[in-house]
């Protein structure tokens, strides 16, 4: 049974850094596309990064390349988003989610119906 739960989020201040992780109790994730989404206040849900399971390949939102990466532990089960360099805009409630197939094309990870699985989120919240 898959089981997502973000945890790593909190107050920071910009230009400060978080790392997130996403733990999967059902240890379902080690062949699959994993991705980050995030919602801000009053918004809707949006792509911020994606990681194919078949090829290692990544993508990221154009708001957030360069400064945030997304990284997969398996032995673990976890995936990770390092978010450096945070700015008042990336406020919002962070979740992953897991797709049903193991690779996606770029337009296909960043669209939320490709996802099937997702976390309960966790806020992050960067003061200026």
């Known amino acids: 049974q898959v089981h997502l739960v973000e945890s790593g989020g909190g107050l920071v201040q910009a230009g400060g850094s978080l790392r997130l992780s996403c733990a999967d109790s059902?240890?379902?994730?080690?062949?699959?596309?994993m991705a980050w989404f995030r919602q801000p206040p009053g918004k809707e849900r949006q792509f911020v990064a994606a990681s194919n399971w078949s090829d290692s390949s990544t993508y990221y939102a154009d708001s957030v390349k360069g400064r945030f990466t997304i990284s997969r532990d398996t032995a673990k089960n976890t995936v990770y988003l390092q978010m450096n360099s945070l700015k008042p805009e990336d406020t919002a409630i962070y979740y992953c989610?897991?797709?049903?197939?193991?690779?996606?094309?770029?337009?296909?990870?960043?669209?939320?119906?490709?996802?099937?699985?997702w976390g309960q989120g966790t806020q992050v919240t960067v003061s200026s």
């Open positions: 989610a897991r797709s049903r197939t193991g690779w996606g094309r770029p337009d296909q990870l960043a669209t939320i119906h490709t996802y099937y699985y």
């Open positions: 059902g240890r379902t994730f080690s062949s699959y596309a």
